[in-house]
């Protein structure tokens, strides 16, 4: 075998390859000394960028780190391939603004970074995204925490495939301008009044047509689900958060009139969940003599408490489910003797059902 460097006359993509694999990003470019083949092949490595704030009630390692932060992006600024940025755990507060949109220039404007996530622990003061970042062409995934979104014009997220926001706060109105072909997942959000989608280009959302998956969960005050002829599963763990000057009958019956409207637009899906809520108003409904709507759902996962007036709802919401196969429940707050009892009593005379699971938390 002839001698030299064999492992400079490989191909890019095989070189490309290995050099992904190297555990630290600096050895990365290091490997620009080795020879005139390898010293610009580092800058076309995917690398990802993590930082974790240390759990430390120290302000001074809080701003020592804020600085490595700075010092470690200014590094990469001029990288090609920063694939993924990921700030994890800052306390919060106002006067840090000014660093974190520098953190998000970087990511949107100066490494064109594809996946970008900054999760903050704040108790009330929320960072508002920059209206630099509202137009932006890489961006494929964003994961946000404790935010506040503002547009003031045209949300711009051409390639933005993953939009993932947690415990945020909106501004009336806003969601229609960030949604657009999106997979979105949220949780413990505010400021949401009214939502009305019409775009038919999402494939996986909370509330719009076309999509497969629709997972609901959290406080709700109000909410819709229109056109959904294609869903196939769905998760409904919610509660409903109405105004307390209403009297007890007209809370109760506000809660079971949007169950009810919920209710109809999944009853079709394959693979339903419910949360506790849900199968508190099957029961209520079932004892005003509401008829549950024949389904020919395969799966069924229940959340309850086992209380007795989840009882009438559960039966009653079997006997439709004439096509059940796999029946889920997860239960809590209730004596084990009871609930086995009172379980088996429920889905004794449903033998359709071939799996039966049953755990406690």
């Known amino acids: ?121 704040t108790d009330n003061q929320r960072y508002e995204f920059p209206q630099f970042a509202y137009k932006n062409a890489s961006l494929k995934s964003l994961f946000l925490v404790h935010f506040q979104l503002n547009p003031f014009g045209n949300v711009n997220w051409s390639s933005l495939v993953s939009l993932s926001m947690y415990n945020m706060e909106f501004i009336d109105g806003v969601m229609e301008k960030v949604l657009s072909e999106v997979y979105l997942e949220l949780d413990e959000f505010s400021g949401i009044h009214r939502l009305e989608i019409s775009s038919v280009k999402l494939r996986e959302l909370i509330i719009a047509p076309y999509i497969k998956i629709l997972e609901i969960m959290g406080w709700c005050s109000e909410i819709r689900i229109i056109n959904v002829a294609s869903l196939v599963t769905a998760m409904l763990c919610l509660d409903f958060d109405f105004d307390f000057d209403l009297g007890k009958e007209q809370y109760l019956e506000k809660e079971c009139s949007l169950f009810k409207e919920l209710f109809h637009s999944v009853a079709h899906v394959e693979n339903l969940t419910l949360g506790s809520w849900c199968v508190e108003c099957l029961s209520i409904l079932e004892l005003k003599g509401w008829e549950f709507p024949p389904s020919s759902r395969k799966f069924l996962k229940l959340d309850v408490e086992f209380n007795q007036l989840d009882f009438p709802g559960i039966c009653c919401f079997l006997q439709s489910s004439l096509d059940l196969e796999t029946l889920v429940i997860h239960w809590y707050d209730v004596e084990l003797g009871l609930f086995i009892l009172s379980l088996l009593n429920i889905v004794d005379s449903f033998l359709h059902i071939q799996v039966l699971n049953i755990y406690n938390t």
Request: no cysteine; charged share 25%.
């Open 1 to 121: 075998m002839a001698g030299g460097d064999q492992l400079s006359n490989l191909p890019n993509s095989i070189l490309l390859h290995i050099l992904s694999m190297l555990p630290n990003n600096k050895e990365v470019v290091r490997t620009s000394v080795l020879s005139e083949r390898w010293r610009f092949l580092w800058k076309s490595v995917p690398i990802s960028l993590n930082f974790k704030f240390p759990a430390s009630d120290n302000e001074i390692d809080t701003l020592d780190y804020l600085v490595s932060i700075h010092r470690e992006l200014y590094y990469w600024r001029s990288y090609e391939k920063i694939q993924k940025l990921n700030v994890q755990d800052l306390k919060y507060v106002q006067r840090f603004s000014k660093d974190v949109d520098l953190w998000v220039h970087f990511a949107t404007k100066l490494a064109n970074v594809e996946n970008f996530g900054l999760e903050f622990n």
